[in-house]
């Protein structure tokens, strides 16, 4: 019966005081797994594996604080009248765009200080980037955030979902687009191709900026579908959509940019 539909319980672990939640552990793996994967394939581009964690000692909480900030910016009505849920980032709330802002920084200062290739470091971070993504989004779905507008039990039926996922996608009496689902599945095709493309010897950066262009491209059309976007502000433009056309062009164009000028090393030299 649909009254007796339980959410899972988005806290994972008690003890006492503290608690652990599935949002953070998620989150977490999705990072320790990314870490593992560029760490490997650093090796084999010639970095050590201290260059890495070094790079995500600093990479990692400026990218939290970032991707919190950006949420926050585009939240203020909310947080300007509940200060104390700032830094709740525990219950949601940390934009993908914010942290890439982030990191991206990060990476820049990061390399010049080691007096390494950004481009290089970018490219093997790419996929480990994406696929820390594609297991991210099983947060949201943990919190029951991040979906769409209103569906059916029919419909979700008939996406052959199993129905752990229907489930949790039946929210104060109502069911929804599963659009964390479909982000996820957008981004480990992504990262599948991601890892094909390293054997193809692309320029440097070009693996990095086509992880740009794919990401965008499925975050553009799956965030028209979303209920919880941020909004540029006074507008109906939402901040996902423009930050996805935006890497999207800028991406195509130092692409193209870059080719012309020459000169450019390939991944695998």
Do not use: C
Request: no cysteine.
């Amino acid at each position: 019966m649909l009254g007796q539909i339980t959410p899972f319980d988005p806290i994972a672990l008690r003890l006492g005081p503290l608690t652990v939640t599935w949002y953070g552990l998620i989150i977490g793996s999705g990072i320790v797994l990314g870490y593992i994967l560029a760490t490997r394939e650093g090796k084999r581009r010639g970095f050590s594996e201290e260059l890495f964690t070094d790079l995500l000692l600093w990479a990692v909480p400026i990218s939290i604080l970032s991707a919190r900030f950006y949420y926050v910016i585009f939240e203020w009505d909310y947080y300007a009248v509940n200060p104390s849920k700032i830094i709740a980032i525990w219950e949601g709330g940390l934009a993908i765009h914010g942290a890439l802002i982030g990191a991206i920084i990060t990476a820049v200062i990061f390399s010049r200080k080691k007096r390494i290739s950004f481009w290089k470091l970018a490219d093997i971070a790419a996929p480990s980037i994406i696929l820390g993504q594609a297991i991210g989004r099983w947060g949201n779905f943990m919190n029951q955030e991040a979906h769409g507008g209103e569906v059916t039990r029919q419909f979700l039926e008939g996406l052959h979902l199993p129905d752990f996922i229907i489930n949790q996608m039946y929210i104060n009496g109502t069911y929804y687009h599963p659009t964390f689902l479909y982000e996820s599945i957008w981004n480990f095709i992504g990262f599948i191709i991601l890892l094909i493309l390293r054997k193809v010897n692309l320029r440097q950066g070009e693996l990095f900026f086509t992880y740009f262009i794919w990401y965008s491209i499925g975050r553009f059309f799956i965030e028209g579908m979303r209920t919880d976007s941020l909004y540029l502000f006074g507008t109906d433009i939402r901040m996902a959509q423009l930050m996805s056309v935006t890497l999207i062009v800028f991406s195509l164009i130092f692409i193209i940019y870059r080719r012309k000028k020459g000169n450019i090393p390939g991944y695998l030299d």
